[in-house]
Nanobody, 122 residues
């Protein structure tokens, strides 16, 4: 069973950077499409970025294009989300999730991590 664990969240000033990690403590992530989502209270969870199993294809929400980069290291069984030029509106709980194929919708994902808080301050 896939067991995802996010790390790397924290408090950062606007314009700063953070790198989130998503590791699988259960079995290999190889073969899964991995997505990063974020959620703020009273709002729906939204797609941020996704990467296919080989790392050859990535997808981003328009709001983060040019600022966030998703990558994966299958040898380390880890997916990363490098977040640069952070804005106040990036504040959210960030989740990674695994799906059998490319997906941008929450309902398409089979496994979820517990989330990590990212807070961007002015």
């Amino acid at each position: 069973q896939v067991q995802l664990v996010e790390s790397g969240g924290g408090l950062v000033q606007a314009g700063g950077s953070l790198r989130l990690s998503c590791a699988d403590s259960g079995r290999t992530l190889s073969g899964y499409f991995i997505g990063w989502f974020r959620q703020v209270p009273e709002q729906e969870r939204e797609f941020v970025a996704g990467i296919n199993w080989s790392g050859s294809s990535t997808n981003y929400a328009d709001s983060v294009k040019g600022r966030f980069t998703i990558s994966r290291d299958n040898a380390q069984n880890t997916v990363y989300l490098q977040m640069n030029s952070l804005k106040l509106e990036d504040t959210a709980v960030y989740y990674c999730a695994a799906a059998r194929s490319y997906a941008r919708f929450v309902s398409s994902y089979d496994y979820w991590g517990q989330g990590t808080q990212v807070t961007v301050s002015s």
